[in-house]
């Protein structure tokens, strides 16, 4: 019962942020309107007997994830001009097209396989046995303990690809290139940026 | 309390030491500063070097196949692989030396990159599970892209962001097909999926569709047809350096990938995909070799012929026995030191940065740089597989084992594309030998990456003439073990 109601306050709330979220047309309260969204998705994670996955969607997408998103928006400049013209026409009949189709395709397989459910499937708590973050951390560390740290590299990766797009440094330039007259003045340009 | 699981990380100590000596350039050249270019490509060659006895060493591993939870496969197509992927990031750290040292815009973060990228290509022939596979192709995926974009020249930006984005769209296709294997056969190893399909029978939509969306996100990696698009236009802006470590690395390391996701996960549904490959194979080696009569930019050309010798290596790949397997291997080694060979010729022809890389600059080369001109013509003889270089062994091989498995027709097209082939080839050579000079451009001479141009064009004859070298070896290692 407890279930249930909890469900019909934060069902509509997640619908209704979601939809918010994309009638917006100022761009930090459409991110904001997804921060609730993702509240409301991460009640249902509790619901479903996922704490961990509760505590990693507030932490990682509540937290981190929206503000850099809100900082990404801010460094754009918050009242900057969106062109709201279209340059491809068809574009927005087809997106409707898709996105009514998905929706269907997604009704359908849910309905088809597992059917709609208010609480965890059986063998969920089989496995939840003794905590679900203690359930994870056993697959996590022993099982998939490689994948884990291989991510590690793919995040050292990508750090240091953000920074060598991001950042020139004035030593690593000696002077403008003698052909591509793309960034004709990279040292002033980091300057200038810096 | 969790019981901590056996670790056994010596199979997997090639990539610690790649990854590790590259963290360390990484933390090192920060504290130091500026470090010296020729310093940075000492270490990275120490790592590189390190990383392939380490992995020769495995060659006579007897513990089990499998290990750290049974996530990387710790057999001897893995050394091999390993070992030629070694190789090229070698040969991609000495052009790199070269062509960035010299144009002002030498990064430190060049090496890291390059060696986090073999890193994530050798991890990807030694994984034993889909999602290891996963993060390998995305570690060297990520780390190709800003390789690609590490010129000051605008191609190289918008080479880059092409690359990434359909990269992107490619990795979610093969999450996607990762996915369905996973609901098909409720494991992503790659041997237990193998188990798990072996004995049913019977219509199985899941393992067909992650079959197909997993070909799907290999096809992009490799460019075979119809996922080619982004090859010409990503081998010709980014730096030539880098494309010749891309053209040889990507493929060596995807396509061993491939063996192993075919041969063994959809093994018990040989039929079910031996039509979507040889349909692809057929595809890229009639497509590659015609698009590329109609280029005038001979990176363009050594892109489009790149798509034509994936359909080549699909061909072999048909066949699913260990001979086949074999003669994939040696064509990966083939193709690995022609390409190599050839875009390190086109990058000290082109006059490095300014790449000028158009069939006009390359008009008479002959009489301004015979030797450059000598070797160019040595690597497109064995791109179009004329004997007796290591090109025409590879194509023989590949075909001869389409054959015995009953697929002539896919060779005897094989044989037509490279036909047309020939013909593009020696039109450059043509270009090079009978016509008046056009451009003023200067050759530029470099002891290092003359000396790897040598080492690649004795392979490229040595191994065209005595393939035996390597054949025994490489026939040892297609034994797959599961």
Redesign the interface.
């Not at chain 2, 144009?103 to 973060?109: H, S």
């Not at chain 2, 974009?149 to 191609?155: C, E, G, N, P, V």
């Given at each position: 019962m407890a279930e249930l109601i909890v469900f019909w306050v934060f069902a509509p709330l997640a619908v209704a942020s979601g939809i918010a979220m994309l009638l917006q047309r100022n761009a930090v309260y459409s991110a904001l309107f997804l921060v609730v969204n993702f509240f409301a998705l991460a009640v249902f994670f509790l619901m479903l007997g996922a704490e961990f996955l509760f505590a990693v969607q507030i932490i990682v997408y509540a937290g981190a994830i929206m503000v850099l998103f809100l900082f990404v928006i801010m460094l754009l400049g918050v009242d900057r001009e969106e062109r709201l013209v279209e340059p491809i026409r068809w574009q927005r009949p087809l997106g409707i097209f898709l996105g009514v189709g998905i929706t269907a395709e997604i009704f359908a397989a849910v309905r088809a396989g597992v059917g709609f459910a208010a609480k965890a499937p059986g063998g969920f708590a089989l496995v939840n046995q003794g905590g679900n973050a203690q359930a994870i951390a056993k697959v996590l560390f022993t099982d998939y303990f490689l994948p884990f740290e291989i991510t590690s590299i793919l995040l050292i990766v990508a750090a240091v690809a953000a920074m060598v797009l991001a950042h020139r440094r004035r030593g690593a330039v000696s002077g403008p290139p003698p052909a591509g007259p793309a960034r004709p003045q990279p040292d002033r340009e980091a300057e200038v940026a810096g | 309390m969790?019981?901590a699981?056996h670790?056994d990380f010596l199979p997997?100590l090639p990539e610690l030491i790649v990854?590790g000596v590259?963290?360390a350039l990484?933390v090192g050249g920060a504290l130091v500063?500026?470090p010296s270019q020729t310093v940075l490509l000492l270490l990275t060659l120490a790592g590189l070097i390190a990383a392939a006895a380490a992995s020769a060493y495995l060659w006579n591993w007897d513990g089990p196949g499998r290990v750290?939870?049974e996530?990387?496969q710790a057999d001897r197509l893995a050394v091999v692989s390993r070992m030629i992927l070694l190789g090229v990031g070698a040969f991609g750290a000495l052009y790199g030396h070269h062509y960035f040292a010299r144009?002002?815009?030498?990064?430190?973060?060049f090496y890291?990159?390059l060696l986090?990228a073999v890193?994530?290509m050798t991890?990807l022939v030694a994984s034993a599970?889909l999602?290891?596979v996963f993060?390998?192709l995305?570690?060297l995926s990520?780390?190709l892209?800003?390789l690609v974009?590490?010129?000051?020249?605008?191609?190289s930006?918008e080479a880059s962001m092409k690359y990434f984005l359909l990269g992107a769209f490619s990795s979610a296709f093969f999450l996607y097909g990762l996915a369905m294997a996973y609901g098909a056969a409720g494991t992503t190893k790659i041997d237990g999926i193998a188990l798990a399909l072996s004995g049913r029978t019977g219509s199985q939509p899941l393992a067909l569709a992650a079959v197909g969306l997993l070909l799907i996100g290999f096809g992009f990696k490799v460019s075979v047809v119809p996922f080619h698009m982004w090859t010409p236009d990503v081998y010709q802006g980014a730096p030539t350096s880098v494309t010749a470590f891309m053209a040889a690395g990507t493929k060596v390391a995807a396509f061993t990938a491939l063996i192993r996701v075919l041969d063994v996960s959809f093994q018990p549904l040989t039929w079910d995909w031996r039509p979507a490959v040889w349909a692809l194979a057929a595809a890229s080696m009639v497509l590659g070799s015609l698009l590329a009569i109609a280029q005038t930019d001979l990176k363009r050309l050594l892109g489009y012929s790149s798509i034509a010798h994936a359909g080549f290596i699909l061909t072999g790949l048909i066949a699913t026995d260990g001979a086949g397997i074999a003669a994939v291997t040696f064509y990966l080694v083939a193709y690995s030191v022609t390409v190599l060979g050839a875009f390190g010729t086109v990058m000290l022809a082109s006059g490095g940065?300014?790449?000028r890389t158009s069939f006009d600059s390359f008009r008479g080369l002959a009489g301004r740089s015979p030797m450059l001109a000598g070797l160019l013509t040595l690597f497109l003889l064995s791109l179009a597989g004329i004997p007796p270089t290591v090109g025409f062994i590879a194509k023989a091989g590949v075909f001869g084992s389409a054959i015995r498995a009953g697929f002539w027709p896919l060779a005897l097209i094989g044989v037509l594309a490279s036909v047309v082939g020939a013909f593009f080839y020696l039109r450059v050579i043509v270009l090079m030998y009978m016509e008046e000079p056009q451009a003023e451009l200067e050759p530029e001479g470099a002891a290092l990456p003359g000396a790897a141009l040598a080492l690649a064009a004795g392979l490229t004859l040595v191994l065209g003439v005595f393939p035996q070298i390597i054949l025994p070896v490489l026939e040892k290692a297609a034994i797959l073990r599961w």
């Open positions: - | 969790i019981p699981p670790l997997l990854a590259a963290v990484l500063g500026r750290l939870g996530m990387i144009t002002g815009v030498a990064r430190m973060e890291p990159l986090l890193s994530g991890l599970d999602i290891v993060l390998a995305e570690i990520l780390a892209y800003i974009a590490l010129s000051f020249r605008m191609a930006a940065i300014r790449e």
